[in-house]
């Protein structure tokens, strides 16, 4: 038993509200809180704050709702704006991740006397040595490992997750078994201020611009086709690209300043280097010297062998066993040892 406070953020899943229930069931003195990002279906709608709610009314612990919708817009909708116009195709639960989740949340709980924070991440936190690390979870469908990279030692210091242990089915089976109202709620899929995927008619309606038509060009600089606006495509996509070629043909890159869109054979894909920019180190301290690893280059990524080797502080060179495909700037990349993250960044252009 724990006499330490605990502030859960509870989304209105099942995830988060079995959470809070293991966090309870250890002793912890826990409550749960709900965070308001954005204004609709989800990030904190009022159903959500109300499923929520229930679930902490269940447990028999206080609920608060947290209004952090200008924090959001800073740190996450600003920057996956500026990330696509850049020609870059950003990861914004990362961003907010670390900037609203684990920064704004945890130092609002801190402020209200928690002195801790915890979510419903399928992942795990444990010390190695002097240094705190994310770890896979026992569900490796389920694993978030990814897009928790960027945490400091700060954070991970002042986080659990309690669900690391356990898997999807598991976790429904503990909300049902205890009567929460989310046992069966779907899991929300998509970016969560753009719910119904079309991040163009997002961002267009946001700045109020539309994005103008441009070339296609092939890797010689030639024109053959033209484009509906560069922020629609990202690298390595085949369908959507509006005209036919007579064969298959992909985007390898696009060049924002003239705003053209480079197509050609899949094989121009495939890259056994990939340049990394600011680095968060995890499981070390930092690089001082190339180091064998396996890396991961997008969520749904299996992990390959690699080496990292170090350009300076926060920059890094991945060397990949094999080439893979379509390495994309903006996107993250993260590298493990085994199941502990050992750094990641994001991916930038040679």
Known sequence: MT???????????????????????????????T?????????????????AAAVCEKLGISHFVLD??????????????????AGNTPNPCIECNKHIKFGEM???????????IATGHYAAIKKQGDR????????????????????????????????????KAEVREMAEQNGLITAHKSDSQDICFVPD???TEFISNWLNITFPDGDYVDVNGKV??????????????????????????????KIPAENKVILGDEDALFKKRVLVKNVNFMGINGLTAPINCKGKLRYRHTEQPCRIIPLDETTLLAEFNEPQRAPTHGQAAVFYDGDTVICGGEIEKE
């Open 35 to 51: 965070l308001r990002l954005w204004e609709g279906e989800k990030c904190g709608s009022s159903r959500d704050a109300d499923d």
């Open 106 to 116: 945890l130092n609002a709980a801190i402020n209200m006397g928690y002195q801790k």
């Open 68 to 85: 952090f919708k200008n924090q959001f817009e800073r740190a996450v909708i600003d920057k996956f704006i500026a990330e696509y116009r």
């Open 132 to 167: 705190f690390v994310v770890v896979k979870p026992k569900d490796k469908a389920k694993d978030q490992s990814y897009v928790l990279y960027g945490l400091t030692q700060h954070q991970l210091a002042h986080t659990i997750m309690p669900l690391g242990e356990f898997t």
């Open 3 to 33: 006499s330490e406070k605990v502030l859960v953020g509870m989304s209105g899943g099942v995830d988060s509200s079995a959470a809070a229930l293991l966090l309870l069931n250890a002793g912890y003195n826990t409550a749960g809180v």
């Open 224 to 253: 053959i086709g033209r484009h509906k606006g560069m922020i629609r495509y990202t690298i390595g996509q085949r369908k959507g690209l509006g005209m036919g070629f007579g064969r298959p043909i992909f985007v390898l890159d």
């Open 197 to 199: 995927g079309d991040y």
